[in-house]
T-cell receptor
Framework: DAMVIQNPRYQVTQFGKPVTLSCSQT?????MYWYQQKSSQAPKLLFH???????NEADTPDNFQSRRPNTSFCFLDIRSPGLGDAAMYLC???????????FGSGTRLTVV | AQKITQTQPGMFVQEKEAVTLDCTYD???????LFWYKQPSSGEMIFLIY??????QNATEGRYSLNFQKARKSANLVISASQLGDSAMYFC?????????????FGEGTQLTVNP
């Protein structure tokens, strides 16, 4: 089945140690999104790619960066994780201007 | 700027009864889409139902229906015959169209608990 896969499912990282979360898709969707969801809060859009065009949200901290080397893969890099970055990170995909969004299962990040 | 409001942080319902989860939205765009997602404690976001702004009829998907009142800018989710497995967080979300594609903005969510 076509799907969105996030690895790892759970990630523990040390305070200040760079960490990378990955997302892959078999849907061939041209838009990929990264959302941050803190406990008991709504998912918050960090940035998205339309093909190779990167679109950053105005309030996304510089500590968060992303790479999309090809259509299938997208990475979220946190350069210096702080305790406040502990959250669920959700990857999603869609067609350009499509109404359907497909979410991965998420990566739950713990910062120690 | 769009805004999605879910005013019920928590809701309780007895098994087999119906429940309505409220959602209001604010947009000046004539073309928009409204979604409801279910998020169990495991964290995945499960699509439930979609309503387009130009759709004439309310959307239905099995036990889920969307009570769409465009003039009031509300899009309430109705779950009929609640089951224990319906206990989860429910998010209302709105799609906005941009030159770079489309983006989804979420409300704060409603935690639904189904009691046996």
């Amino acid at each position: 089945d076509a799907m969105v896969i996030q690895n790892p499912r759970y990630q523990v990282t040390q305070f200040g140690k760079p960490v990378t979360l990955s997302c892959s898709q078999t849907l061939n969707h041209n838009v990929m999104y990264w959302y941050q969801q803190k406990s008991s809060q709504a998912p918050k859009l960090l940035f998205h790619y339309y093909d190779k065009d990167f679109n950053n949200e105005a309030d996304t901290p510089d500590n968060f960066q992303s790479r999309r080397p090809n259509t299938s893969f997208c990475f979220l890099d946190i350069r210096s994780p702080g305790l406040g970055d502990a959250a669920m990170y959700l990857c999603a995909t869609s067609e350009w201007r499509g109404y359907g969004y497909t979410f991965g299962s998420g990566t739950r990040l713990t910062v120690v | 700027a769009q805004k999605i409001t879910q005013t019920q942080p928590g809701m309780f319902v007895q098994e087999k009864e119906a429940v309505t989860l409220d959602c209001t939205y604010d947009t000046s765009d004539p073309s928009y889409g409204l979604f409801w997602y279910k998020q169990p404690s495991s964290g995945e976001m499960i699509f439930l139902i979609y309503q387009g702004s130009y759709d004439q009829q309310n959307a239905t998907e099995g036990r889920y229906s969307l009570n769409f009142q465009k003039a009031r800018k509300s899009a309430n989710l109705v779950i009929s015959a609640s089951q224990l497995g319906d206990s989860a967080m429910y998010f209302c979300a709105m799609r906005e169209i941009e030159t770079s594609g489309s983006r989804l903005t979420f409300g704060e969510g409603t935690q639904l608990t189904v009691n046996p």
